[in-house]
């Protein structure tokens, strides 16, 4: 039998994309389930080894504020790191960042808010006040030599205040890339943005001259828009697009929803479409299928589900459409 998906490329997208994988991030961060360091360093390592090209891998934020990764120091001590593969990790401050250098850490991502709610409620300061706090952040940063990326959340909805003005989303892209912000990652943090509303938000961020190249897009799927929303971006030529190996990390804010887009899904997509991308779909989803045993639940990817059925499944079983 011949694989599956058939490749059908589309010559209005890119030839390659580069996955930005967030699953030992944002993933575990926002699992139930505490995982061991050990297993941790297995994840991120599998997922270097299946081909992800970046591979965010904790955080070093105060272990009080985030328990699944008080580990960093020893999650980025513990792990074997791949020649051409990066490892950046999150660092809300200058403290954190001192950290991450110690640890060996050449990419880092501070993030912000579109949103004055969120801002306060993530960060405790206001949308016009949380520029100062990481002024210093990625200074430091840049001054050491790291790539730093700019989460911006809230950029298609919030969930307290509803509607995010574009223009506001097109302010706090040009805030953070005049901080000094290598990469900005625009984040559909709970899952409501449709494709039209990308396209739109992207054709802004190039009528004021971001390049998309500096752009990555992490859509949730929510409302099931995810890979719709990806693809919009595709058409826009962004090349970098944020995923989570099994669709690891819930939205704490939608808690009966699904939350990252899921790499398997993604990347069955792009291999369709003839993207490359560079992972190896079957080690992606063994790893993430290794995953459920540690977190002791199924996987929300479509993928990873969908591959589990067609291997239990009898070839021929009549009735199936
Ligand atoms: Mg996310």
């Given amino acids: 039998m011949t694989a599956l998906p058939m490749?059908?490329?589309d010559a209005g997208l890119p030839t390659s994309v580069t996955i930005w994988e967030v699953g030992p991030r944002d993933g575990l961060q926002n699992e139930q389930a505490v995982v061991p360091t050990a297993a941790k360093v297995e994840f991120i390592e599998r997922l270097?080894?299946?081909?992800?090209?970046?591979?965010?891998?904790?955080?070093?934020?105060?272990?009080?504020?985030v328990p699944q990764l008080a580990d960093a120091a020893e999650v980025m001590a513990g792990l074997r790191r791949a020649p051409g593969v990066r490892y950046p990790v999150l660092v809300p401050n200058v403290r954190g960042l001192e950290a991450a250098a110690a640890a060996e850490v050449s990419d880092v991502a501070v993030f912000a808010s579109a949103t004055d709610t969120f801002a306060e409620?993530?960060?405790?300061?206001?949308?016009?006040?949380?520029?100062?706090?990481?002024?210093?952040?990625?200074?430091?940063?840049?001054?050491?030599?790291?790539?730093?990326?700019?989460?911006?959340?809230?950029?298609?909805?919030?969930?307290?205040?509803?509607?995010?003005?574009?223009?506001?989303?097109?302010?706090?892209?040009?805030?953070?890339?005049?901080?000094?912000?290598?990469?900005?990652?625009?984040?559909?943090?709970?899952?409501?943005?449709?494709?039209?509303?990308?396209a739109d938000l992207l054709g802004r961020l190039r009528g004021v001259g971001v390049p998309a190249e500096a752009i990555g897009v992490h859509f949730h799927d929510t409302y099931g828009q995810a890979l719709a929303n990806t693809l919009a971006a595709l058409r826009c030529g962004i090349t970098t697009v944020d995923a989570s190996a099994g669709g690891l990390g819930g939205c704490p804010y939608a808690q009966s929803a699904t939350g990252n887009l899921a790499t398997e899904d993604l990347v069955y997509m792009l291999d369709g479409l003839g993207i490359r991308s560079g992972v190896d779909l079957d080690a992606l989803i063994a790893t993430s299928?290794?995953?459920?045993?540690?977190?002791?639940?199924?996987?929300?990817?479509?993928?990873?589900?969908?591959?589990?059925?067609?291997a239990q499944a009898q070839p021929g079983t009549p009735g199936r459409q």
Avoid: H, K
Avoid at 50 to 60: H, I, M
């Fill in 7 to 9: 490749v059908v490329p």
């Fill in 48 to 65: 270097a080894a299946a081909g992800l090209p970046v591979v965010e891998s904790t955080s070093f934020v105060r272990p009080d504020r």
């Fill in 121 to 198: 409620r993530n960060l405790g300061r206001g949308y016009e006040a949380q520029w100062e706090m990481f002024a210093p952040t990625v200074a430091r940063a840049r001054e050491l030599g790291m790539s730093v990326r700019g989460y911006l959340s809230m950029c298609f909805g919030d969930p307290w205040e509803g509607a995010v003005p574009a223009e506001r989303v097109v302010d706090a892209v040009q805030r953070l890339v005049g901080l000094g912000c290598t990469a900005i990652s625009l984040g559909d943090t709970i899952g409501v943005a449709t494709p039209g509303q990308v």
């Fill in 289 to 310: 299928a290794w995953m459920e045993g540690v977190l002791g639940r199924p996987s929300p990817s479509r993928v990873v589900r969908a591959r589990r059925r067609t």
